[in-house]
């Protein structure tokens, strides 16, 4: 799906997370220290977006907290979180940044990279949600967020829309693990671009024209992140990570292309491992 695969990856330093009692003190909950987080890792993804090859690519994670303001990757975007954090429920809010990949390079299926390539797509846009915490634990949170983003480099030129559940809570002192639950809704021009074929691409591909109706509801998705700590403390030093997630494309639009319908599967898998070191 990307020639570059950031994986959307938390390691429990947004907020300590700790939720086990032992002879080591526990840190305060509502800490608002800075830190910063780097992470490397490799991930199996589909080869674009309903494909149903799949190849190994690199990624990376970045999280930091500086003044006040949250910066962190999902995918291939960067967010910034620039409502400083409150008590036990949290406004969220910032600017999104980052590129769409799909199919804007080689492709192993031979009659889609017969297709025309697609750009790059530059999106820009926004976020804006809530977060509750110290639900079950005191070191736990659950969040809603509605993501916004459109094309400005002339790629799709539609927006794309994202609403994300997300639980995260520590399992001890050294492991974090999260849920994710989302969605994406992205217009008829997103739907055309991607998975829509016209006569001269179905002449040089050999797939059958196909002209998506409308866009809407594009997929949903289902994620999980483990986190283990190499250091004894989720806060700083060395640490691992596992995701997985499922996504299923969903609506005529997209889920009826021949690209996916012929030639790949609705259902798409990403996973990833790799590691982190936090400051």
């Known amino acids: 799906m990307h020639r570059l695969f950031v994986a959307a990856l938390t390691l429990a330093v947004a907020a300590p997370a700790l939720a086990q009692t032992s002879d080591q003190a526990l840190p305060d909950p509502n800490d608002t220290s800075d830190y910063v987080q780097l992470g490397l890792g490799v991930a ?4 674009y977006e309903g494909s149903n090859d799949y190849r190994l690519i690199p990624g990376a994670v970045f999280r930091a907290k500086t003044g006040g303001i949250v910066f962190f990757t999902r995918g291939t975007y960067l967010y910034a ?5 409150g008590g036990g429920i949290d406004l969220d809010a910032g600017p999104i940044a980052g590129v769409r990949l799909n199919r804007s ?21 926004g976020f804006v949600g809530v977060t509750l915490k110290g639900l079950t634990n005191p070191y736990d949170s659950l969040s809603f967020r509605v993501d916004a983003v459109t094309d400005v480099g002339k790629a799709h030129e539609s927006w794309v829309f994202t609403p994300t559940a997300e639980f995260g809570t520590p399992l001890s002192r050294t492991t974090f693990a999260s849920l994710s639950l989302s969605a994406d809704f992205a217009s008829e021009k997103y ?18 024209a196909y002209n998506p109706s409308k866009g809407g509801f594009k997929s949903w998705q289902l994620g999980a992140l483990v986190g283990q700590s190499l250091s004894g403390d989720l806060r700083k030093g060395w640490g691992l990570f596992g995701t997985t997630s499922f996504k ?5 639009a997209y889920a009826d292309s021949p690209i996916v319908r012929l030639r790949g599967s609705r259902n798409q898998w990403i996973t990833a491992a790799g590691i982190g070191y936090t400051w």
């Open 81 to 85: 979180d620039v409502v400083p954090a």
């Open 248 to 252: 299923r494309l969903s609506g005529n």
């Open 191 to 208: 739907a055309d671009y991607y998975f829509g074929i016209d006569a001269a691409a179905a002449l040089a591909s050999g797939l059958p």
């Open 44 to 47: 199996m993804a589909p080869d």
């Open 105 to 125: 390079g080689k492709i192993k299926d031979n009659a889609v990279d017969r297709l025309p390539d697609r750009k790059v797509a530059l999106e820009l846009g």
